[in-house]
């Protein structure tokens, strides 16, 4: 009968973000190693705290299923020799399967008749088979970080105390460490210390929560969240949403307890951002706002334990804030007393990359990349403004706050230039440049900021591709990918028309003199066209979310220097390439690009001879092309792709006429060639959207 | 509870449980952990249970008294169990509730926490501890030291002792603290902070600071290559606190930084090789000895870590992670 079978690991506090990474883990290499073993389960789910991991794995079955499989061995010519005793290969065969030659069967093949034998083989018993996945899956984890302890060789990412792991009743034997697997769990560290036997898997979720443990990760997720909720609510205004801070606060509990604090209220005058990250990344206090998303002077912290008397503990948390808020105000007054522009000398000492320089190097770089940018965008008037925000924009890296907490860089710039009289676009740029700073962060709002973001990136990208150090596998030690995606996702919110490898050429020309002692490869390609190269898989990846693959490729291929148009052109072929009457059409074109690609090469450049076309239908088919060329070129110039594609699929009935009736590998070889260059010709009319040969006919 | 007594229960409660109570160490450290006492005795198979408190001294954080949060000297009590005991947590608690915090009474908790220091060459995995959302002890298993990994594994408890005299005693400045009935801590370490406030931000000669750096190092690396690894350790950390005040006095920029850390790692890299070779040559006395503090787990797969010295190579330290 299937028995429910149920793993936990309980270790010492197990930092928050490793915690549900682990359980990952163990569920996948759990279900890998069943299945290997052939044995059934039902529905496995998993739980975590900081104290625990656990497994729990619905009806899993008493042994591996047996199969049957048929094996082949020597054909029976070569099985038995003249007498019709049986050759070495035989026997050879019948041993490896663990029977004799008379036991063998025949099994006829198209090639003749061979020696066969049906094997079965048989399921292993559960618990012999569980006994190795737990103990497979308990040592496969892989945390970011791990330790060791004690006198004990093995890694974790804490020391590990217990072990559950029950089949029905029954104890799996698992070792780890220094720990035996039993039937013992533990609950709330301080609120239930005695230890809790389980009697079977079924009742682990319900014996903690009567231990003060919210195993279940979603559960104790929506307590955390619905009760800083009401707690904000207690505390007259309502919560500052901050999804993160609810993850990371639901792994540091096993029973989430908010409590509500206030601080002074003259320390509401330091920039929100300050008070939040005050209260946020060191204490992991959520923050209250009122009904205008103005801060309140108060705060929500989660604790882990419903103590005796809150206002004793509370005491301790207010009181941590006050200090915290006292170093704030301190080095906001501080940085104040000195002018953003008078700490950009400082930049020279701070090293931005080792090989790239300082980051005064750097703001000097994308200083005049920002220009460059502001020009080809058709911005020169925003020159002035790109300047002085360039200028300051990473200053703000040397006062105390930013020290302190890095992730108000930005911030700080801003309010500092404001409070420096600076203009208010130079502040905004300032702060806007490092937008977005996440996936779920908002764009730059105005240009000077968003061009001198797409400056810094670029710089970024192409001096790191520069120095050789491009992002592997899961490593992005300078956020390359981030920075791709963010200036894709800049030049197309703001419509941004200028040649990508154009400005990357720019940045690489500026960043020449500390890449000349760069070695390269012999076969390395050129710096430019490792960025573009980048570009394309991140575009690849990005537009693939909402659109064919093929497609993407299709638009990818025919170019994607000006990311607005290849954009357009995506948009306009992704609607056109669902209908009915479309997939022919590919197939015509595709014969077209084909043909270019496989003769083309042999043929001279040029355009075709319109004279020396000779069959009805080819010049029926110039005529169509000429007419289509002219307003193609101009629905393109005015972006009306769609518009460009339905004169190009106008262009089909000629083409198809023409492959019917042309004889295109003529015997002449003028005629040939003067044809082949006309098809590529109208080739190059289909690529300036997009490269057909690339979509599939039946996505 | 008075400063003092604070002192008097934890060194109570690890003396109660085997701990040989140590003296702080007599010249200028940053902390506990720089110890001898901690950073060599971490080093090697041998046990060691010793608990401690160390005046440590930042001159970059004096603030001439005038900050209530803020000191040049301040007090860590420093434990060391090795090898950690299965119930170092449980140990821990219990010397937190020996002084009047009682976990159903604050919210306790874990909050994870790397520590690494670049000038040791030593880095360790634990927690923050924290009592209502303060710091209030640092917990580190030690993984390596002098870059050498760490076999068996050290737990490292420093408790902030002004901290949390601060909070048993509800008072906003450390200098409001009562050490013992009727004198405070400004009475008695007020003038101490001025004065080296003074010295190590306005007074000290960084030209003569820079010698003795230059003069301390030279005197480690002789004495290393004399085989005298405990003395050649002492001009180590008279190095490291050259280095501190020349560094609150912001004589060394940001680029020459990580080469004067560099230095001062390799010195203690060295000694950490010379204090090993030299416990070896003593054939690991401590390893005879049945001295234990707490649970002390049975090694269920492999074998013991500590087998692994009995095969180690003292010439060629493994870096990692720093």
């Not at chain 1, 029977?99 to 008379?102: A, D, I, R, S, T």
């Given at each position: 009968m299937p028995r429910d079978l149920l793993l936990e690991v309980g270790a010492e506090e197990i930092p928050a973000s490793f915690v549900e990474p682990a359980l990952e883990d163990l569920k996948r290499v759990f279900t890998e190693r069943c299945q290997q073993a052939r044995l059934a389960h039902g529905e496995v789910r998993v739980y975590g705290t900081p104290r625990r991991l656990a497994l729990l794995v619905r009806a899993v079955a008493d042994g591996g299923q047996d199969v049957r499989r048929e094996v082949s061995g020597p054909s029976v010519k070569a099985a038995f020799d003249a007498q019709g005793k049986p050759t070495k290969a035989a026997e050879k065969f019948a041993e490896g399967l663990g029977?004799?030659?008379?036991q063998l069967k025949r099994a006829q093949t198209p090639k003749g008749e061979y020696l066969a034998a049906t094997v079965e083989d048989k399921g292993r018993p559960a618990p012999e088979i569980l006994k190795d996945v737990l103990q497979q899956a308990v040592h496969s984890i892989n945390f970011k970080k791990s330790m060791r302890w004690g006198d004990v060789e093995l890694a974790f990412a804490r020391p590990v105390h217990w072990i559950v792991a029950l089949f029905g009743g029954e104890i799996v034997p698992v070792v780890l460490g220094d720990v035996r697997s039993g039937r013992t769990t533990a609950g709330h560290r301080f609120l239930s210390p005695q230890p809790i036997e389980l009697k079977e898997p079924g009742q682990y979720a319900d014996a903690l929560r009567q231990a003060n443990v919210v195993a279940d990760i979603p559960e104790r997720k929506k307590l955390v969240s619905d009760r800083v909720r009401e707690a904000a609510a207690r505390a007259g205004g309502k919560l500052l949403e901050d999804e993160a801070l609810v993850d990371q606060v639901t792994n540091l509990v096993e029973l989430p307890n908010p409590v509500v604090g206030s601080f002074d209220e003259r320390h509401l005058d330091l920039p929100p951002e300050v008070l939040i990250s005050e209260m946020k990344s060191h204490q992991r206090y959520f923050s209250v706002v009122d009904g205008q998303g103005k801060l309140l002077p108060r705060f929500i912290a989660v604790s882990n334990t419903p103590v005796r008397d809150e206002m004793l503990s509370l005491r301790g948390y207010e009181r941590v804030l006050r200090s915290r808020l006292a170093d704030g105000r301190f080095f906001f007054d501080e940085d104040r007393k000195v002018p953003l522009a008078s700490r950009v000398e400082k930049l020279k000492r701070v090293v931005w990359q080792g090989q790239l320089g300082s980051y005064a190097d750097k703001v000097e770089r994308f200083r005049q990349l920002g220009d460059f940018l502001a020009r080809a965008t058709g911005l020169e008037g925003l020159g002035k403004t790109i300047d002085r925000a360039a200028t300051l924009c990473k200053a703000d890296l040397v006062t105390g706050m930013v020290g302190e907490f890095p992730e108000l860089q930005g911030v700080m710039g801003r309010e500092y230039a404001r409070h420096d009289g600076e203009a208010p676009e130079v502040a905004l740029a300032i702060f806007e440049h490092y937008l977005p700073r996440s996936a779920a962060d908002g764009l730059p709002t105005q240009d000077a900021g968003a061009l001198l973001g797409l400056a810094d990136r670029l710089d970024t990208l192409c001096g790191i591709f520069g120095i050789g150090k491009p992002p592997t596998g899961a490593a992005d030690p300078f956020g390359l990918r981030r920075s791709c995606l963010a200036v894709i996702n800049i030049t197309l919110a703001r419509g941004y028309r200028y040649s990508l490898s154009g400005a990357a050429a720019r940045a690489l020309q500026l960043l020449q003199p500390r890449l000349e002692s760069v070695k390269r490869k012999p076969g390395d390609a050129p710096v430019v066209d490792q960025v573009m190269e980048f570009f394309r898989g991140r575009l690849k990846a990005l537009w693939g979310e909402e659109h064919r693959t093929d497609v993407v490729e299709a638009v990818l291929a025919a170019g994607f220097d000006d990311l607005v148009a290849a954009r357009k052109r995506l948009q306009a072929l992704s609607q056109i390439v669902g209908r009915a009457d479309f997939a022919p059409l590919a197939v015509a074109f595709k014969r077209v690009v084909n043909i270019v690609e496989k003769q083309g090469k042999d043929v001279g450049k040029g355009a075709a001879d319109a004279n020396k076309l000779t069959d009805a239908a080819e010049k029926d088919l110039h005529r169509a092309y000429t007419s289509a060329r002219g307003k193609v070129t101009e629905l393109i110039r005015t972006d009306d792709y769609p518009g460009a594609l339905r004169e190009i699929t106008q262009l089909k009935p000629a083409v198809d006429t023409f492959f019917d009736k042309v004889m295109v590998m003529a015997e002449d070889k003028e005629l040939r060639e003067n044809r082949i260059r006309f098809l590529t010709e109208i080739g190059s009319l289909f690529n300036q959207v997009a490269d057909f040969s690339k979509i599939q006919a039946e996505p | 509870m008075y400063f003092q007594d604070l002192i008097l229960s934890l060194q109570k409660h690890w003396a109660g449980l085997g701990c040989i109570i140590m003296q702080p160490y007599d010249l200028e450290v940053g902390a506990g952990t720089m110890a001898p006492a901690t950073f060599l005795r971490a080093l090697g198979p041998e046990p060691w249970n010793v608990a401690y408190v160390q005046p440590s001294r930042r001159p970059a954080d004096g603030r001439f008294g005038e900050n209530p949060n803020r000191l040049f000297q301040h007090h860590q009590f420093q434990v060391i169990l090795k090898p950690a005991p299965k119930d170092v947590q449980q140990l821990y608690l219990d010397s937190i509730r020996a002084f009047g915090i009682d976990p159903l009474d604050h919210d306790i908790r874990f909050v994870e926490d790397d520590w690494e220091s670049p000038t040791l060459g030593a880095w360790g995995l634990g927690w923050e501890v924290w009592c209502d959302g303060m710091e209030v002890t640092q917990f580190t298993y030690f993984q390596q030291c002098g870059g050498y990994e760490c076999k068996p594994v050290s737990a490292e408890l420093t408790y902030g002792l002004e901290r949390i005299a601060m909070y048993l005693q509800n008072v906003e400045s450390i200098f409001d603290i009562e050490w013992v009935k009727g004198v405070k801590y400004r009475e008695v370490f007020h003038a101490n902070e001025v004065e080296m406030s003074r010295y190590a931000l306005q007074e000290s000669d960084p030209e003569m600071l820079f010698k003795l750096f230059d003069l301390y190092e030279a005197e480690c690396k002789r004495l290393i290559d004399r085989d005298n690894p405990l003395p050649a350790y002492d001009y180590a950390l008279k190095c490291s606190h050259a280095f501190n005040l020349l560094d609150a006095r912001g004589a060394i920029s940001v680029t020459e930084r990580a080469a004067f850390i560099k230095r001062v790692r390799d010195n203690a890299r060295r000694c950490a090789e010379g204090y090993l070779k030299l416990r070896e040559k003593l054939g690991y006395p401590l390893t005879r000895t049945a001295w234990t503090v707490g649970q002390q787990p049975p090694v269920l797969e492999g074998k013991p870590a500590s087998e692994y010295w009995k095969t180690v190579q003292f010439n060629v330290p493994v870096e990692k992670g720093v």
């Open positions: 029977l004799k030659v008379e | -």
